[in-house]
């Protein structure tokens, strides 16, 4: 059984049709990509597999049971790292497991042993405004994970970010997902990233159509920076534009 299953979301707002009749799914493990243009609908789909909004019609499975209007039991991360400024970096860490009623010693304790694993201890009493940006979304990524590991969903969490740090952050995240046994769904306008971060690439362009083209990709990402050179990738990158296109 995959571990997210998406059956026949349909989303309107008043009269206009955001999401037409979509189905997909994500495999435990996975790190799978949506990309498309701006206002196809992306966000909102994420909104509803978040249990933020509910869909005209559909339903959303996590491992195998309906998540549908059932904010928390998923992760999300949006674009900005929304890191409280009056907390330290471990206080900012630890704040997940707060809200689910830990007690603040045992939360410090966690978060501490995540950031050790991650090679972040020498900031933990630091604040988010002494950090820079890509360190600020690396322990924003790790937070999140702590809202929950069931699966992690990233809105564009890396294109506020320059070229370079953009590139340290992506292969820094590949890491992440295989020591923790994450699982990720991604929106991204950027063909390149979803190439580079996933195991399946979805293209939506829609409402009008009900179908997401898939693009399965093989990679070793152990050699990831040959691989971005390789006519493979070049290939994979023509077919999703292709996809766009059609």
Not at 8 to 19: P, Q, V, W
Not at 107 to 126: D, M, Q, T
Not at 152 to 161: K, M, N, R, T
């Amino acid at each position: 059984m995959p571990k997210l299953v998406v059956e026949h979301i349909s989303k309107s707002f008043e009269y206009k049709k955001i999401l037409n009749d979509l189905s997909f799914y994500v495999e435990k493990n996975e790190i799978v990509s949506i990309v498309g243009p701006s206002g196809v609908g992306k966000s909102t789909l994420f909104n509803i597999i978040a249990g933020l909004l509910v869909p005209s019609q559909g339903e959303v499975y996590l491992d195998g049971k309906s998540i549908l209007n059932k904010p928390g039991n998923v992760s999300y991360m949006l674009q900005k790292d929304l890191l409280l400024p009056y907390k330290t970096i471990e206080q900012n860490v630890a704040l997940p497991l707060l809200l689910k009623g830990c007690h603040q010693k045992q939360a410090l304790i966690r978060a501490n042993e995540l950031l050790k694993e991650f090679g972040f201890e020498a900031v933990n009493k630091s604040y988010p405004d002494e950090l820079s940006g890509g360190m600020r979304q690396r322990i924003a990524l790790l937070r999140t994970y702590l809202f929950s590991d069931n699966l992690i969903l990233l809105d564009e969490p890396f294109s506020a970010l320059d070229t370079f740090t953009k590139a340290e952050i992506q292969s820094w995240y590949l890491k992440v997902h295989r020591s923790l046994g994450l699982t990720t769904l991604f929106i991204t306008h950027d063909i390149d990233e979803a190439i580079k971060l996933s195991n399946r690439v979805y293209v939506l362009k829609g409402s009008q159509v009900n179908s997401l083209a898939s693009v399965e990709i093989k990679s070793d990402f152990k050699r990831i920076d040959k691989f971005l050179l390789s006519r493979e990738f070049l290939n994979y990158k023509k077919e999703i534009i292709a996809s766009l296109n059609k």
